[in-house]
């Protein structure tokens, strides 16, 4: 069974541009979410997908947004980029949205901010 | 607000050692911890999940324990190997109609042959 998938996995931008990451679950899950990783600040939830809907979102800028599409697939797009927004974005997906279902993670995608 | 703490951020120990990873948490509403281990530019992998009824976890050499009502949790890890290197993080899900993740910053584990 193939596991999570994130795409592409190392991006180079520079700032003002806009980029999109995507993740592709393990086959039949269908909760997605998101998160930035930084040596500063660790892991910082982003938002959180169910069924195409988000349930869930983290304390960050409305210039981060994602979507989630009817086969699970999840985007996130980041406007405007900022230096600080340079970091490595894991997705994690999970069988079901209840709180007991473990999270299986991607190997991310590193978004360098030039 | 939900915080959580692992200290020390790093720790070196010799091969064969057992050694106690520490994870505390401020808010002690929660639904389960889970313990992740991450290799380098790597995401991370899942390695025991404990319910908030539970008191311990255990897989081959790691065992996981949770004291929910003082906030903290240990990983244990029995015969360490030099393959066992790698940052571990634990992270706590939240009760309520917002539930998320909340990760501490990890303890980076080197161990040395």
């Known amino acids: 069974k193939a596991g999570v998938t994130q795409t592409p996995r190392y991006l180079i931008k520079t700032r003002g541009q806009q980029v999109t990451l995507s993740c592709s679950p393990i086959?039949?899950?269908?909760?997605v979410s998101w998160y930035q990783q930084t040596p500063g600040q660790g892991l910082q939830f982003l938002f959180e997908?169910?069924?195409?809907?988000?349930?869930n979102k983290g304390n960050f800028p409305g210039r981060f947004s994602g979507r989630q599409f009817s086969n699970s697939r999840s985007e996130m797009n980041v406007s405007t980029l900022e230096l600080g927004d340079s970091a490595l974005y894991l997705c994690?997906?999970?069988?079901?949205?209840?709180?007991?279902?473990?999270?299986?993670f991607g190997n991310g995608t590193r978004l360098t901010v030039t | 607000k939900q915080e959580v703490t692992q200290i020390p951020a790093a720790l070196s120990v010799p091969e064969g050692e057992n050694l106690v990873l520490n994870c505390s948490f401020t808010d002690s509403a929660i639904y389960n911890l889970q313990w992740f281990r991450q290799d380098p530019g790597k995401g991370l992998t899942s390695l025991l999940l404990i319910q908030s009824s539970q008191r311990e976890q255990t897989s081959g050499r790691l065992n996981a324990s949770l004291d929910k009502s003082s906030g903290r949790s240990t990983l244990y890890i029995a015969a360490s190997q030099p393959g066992d290197s790698a940052t571990y993080l634990c992270a706590v899900r939240s009760t309520g109609a917002n539930s998320k993740l909340t990760f501490g910053k990890g303890i980076t584990l080197s161990v040395r042959p």
């Open positions: 997908y169910f069924s195409e809907t988000q349930r």
């Open positions: 086959s039949g899950h269908r909760s």
């Open positions: 994690a997906s999970s069988l079901a949205r209840t709180p007991d279902s473990p999270l299986h």
